[in-house]
């Protein structure tokens, strides 16, 4: 590609395309469109701000997501259109909203803002219902609508990663695995490298119980990013449950205040002693959470101390404490109810009922994909298998080393996701099995000559 720079994007776009046609001749069928790279901007400085932003904003720590806030505030100085700008700054509001490196709401309403002029500008972009998703979710507690907007970022761009690891994690707080597993999996065949989903594994890992094996996957995450908050928190969950609570103090003892807020560090640290029945330390610590919590806002210490009371077996007083978050709309409590640090309240008999409606799905809202229309009829399939067999037979098209599906598909005059289809569903065959077996005909044939 000796391409101007101008160019960028119908570059990404040719590769794009080669490169998946080259995974459908070989792994089966899937529908390709005609573009999978959309022009961003017309601007390349904006284009390179924005590139640089989320390569801060993966660093998951709020000294490099300050630095993304920067850069995409200056892509859309220049480019008040551009999308993925508006949606980048309002990922990054969310995170220092989540993590609590900003003030709570002034981070939400800026997320907001970003998002809603995302959404006027490109309703249909995959990015915006994400970031709708995580509104739904960290400022209304509102499981079903984050949960319909996660949906429709899939639907509208399944290769979009964010939207299936979203998808893995609200399946992972439901308590189904089989179906977070699936979208997990979408999302490392999308990108297998990205530090966010390697750490959505290691967090699946964690939830299924597999404390050893997500240990091992964050420790190869934090030798790449010692700074990486939401890996360096799971890694004490791990610990916690291993047992291993002198080494959850002494990392705590060891941590920049820039990784871990101080609520946080405090629901820590009475975890620790709860796991060591150090009693003196588990009545202040707890005492502190109790104050820290009476604070609407203080959503970490709403978290940890309802972990505190399942950690002390005070089952009542962690049901009683429930209900009263959830009525502050307490968000972070969706990611605490079915942690395996709490356990010990799933035989309870509450638990059923909360699990239930805390994660109810709206009504008619289907968890499933819905089964495409063939894309070709029975009648007109039966046609063009045959028509293809004669051409094959009489044209011999094979001989040509550099046949694609493309091109075998201009010939018989169809198009190339009809083709796929055709020779998926019809025949049970991929392209590069299908035009091998004529080749290894051909071959014999020419060897018994």
Request: charged residues 20%; contains cysteine; glycine residues 4%.
């Amino acid at each position: 590609w000796d391409r101007k720079l101008e160019n960028i994007f119908e570059i990404q776009d040719e590769i794009s395309l080669l490169i998946a046609d080259k995974l459908r001749e070989q792994f089966g069928h899937f529908e390709i469109g005609e573009h999978l790279v959309d022009r961003q901007t017309d601007s390349l400085t904006v284009y390179d701000y924005a590139l640089q932003a989320r390569y801060y904003f993966n660093q998951w720590n709020p000294e490099d997501v300050r630095k993304a806030i920067d850069l995409y505030e200056q892509a859309v100085a220049l480019d008040p259109q551009h999308t993925e700008s508006h949606v980048g700054l309002a990922d990054a509001y969310g995170f220092m909203a989540t993590t609590e490196f900003m003030p709570r709401a002034e981070a939400w309403q800026k997320a907001a803002m970003h998002t809603h002029q995302a959404y006027a500008l490109n309703p249909n972009n995959a990015g915006v219902h994400y970031q709708l998703a995580n509104l739904a979710f960290f400022t209304q507690a509102d499981f079903a609508a984050a949960f319909r907007h996660a949906v429709r970022s899939v639907e509208l761009r399944p290769s979009y990663p964010e939207g299936q690891q979203f998808m893995a994690f609200l399946y992972i707080l439901m308590l189904d695995m089989e179906r977070a597993q699936i979208h997990l999996e979408r999302a490392l065949g999308i990108d297998p490298l990205s530090p966010e989903t390697r750490f959505y594994q290691a967090y699946y890992e964690y939830r299924s119980f597999d404390f050893q094996g997500a240990l091992e996957t964050l420790s190869r995450l934090l030798a790449q990013n010692p700074k990486n908050i939401p890996a360096v928190i799971v890694q004490q969950y791990c610990l916690l449950k291993l047992g291993q609570t002198d080494q959850v103090l002494q990392n705590l003892d060891a941590m920049p205040q820039d990784i871990v807020m101080p609520d946080e560090s405090l629901g820590l640290r009475c975890l620790a002693f709860i796991g060591q029945q150090a009693t003196t330390d588990i009545e202040a610590t707890l005492a502190q959470l109790q104050e820290r919590a009476l604070d609407p806002s203080a959503f970490q210490a709403h978290s940890y101390l309802f972990l505190a009371y399942a950690g002390l077996e005070q089952i009542d007083e962690a049901f009683d404490w429930l209900e009263q978050a959830f009525g502050m709309k307490s968000a972070i409590l969706l990611l605490a109810f079915t942690d395996p640090l709490v356990a010990s309240l799933r035989e309870d008999a509450r638990y059923g009922q909360f699990l239930e409606n805390m994660y109810q799905l709206e009504a008619q809202q289907s968890v499933q994909s819905t089964t495409k229309a063939p894309l070709l009829e029975e009648t007109t399939a039966v046609q063009h298998t045959a028509a293809l067999k004669v051409f094959m037979e009489e044209e011999r098209p094979y001989l040509d080393p550099g046949l694609s599906l493309r091109s075998l598909a201009a010939r018989v005059q169809i198009h190339p996701n009809q083709l796929s289809w055709l020779l998926n569903n019809r025949l049970q065959q991929n392209f590069n099995e299908f035009v091998n077996s004529y080749r290894i005909a051909q071959f014999k044939q020419l060897a018994l000559d």
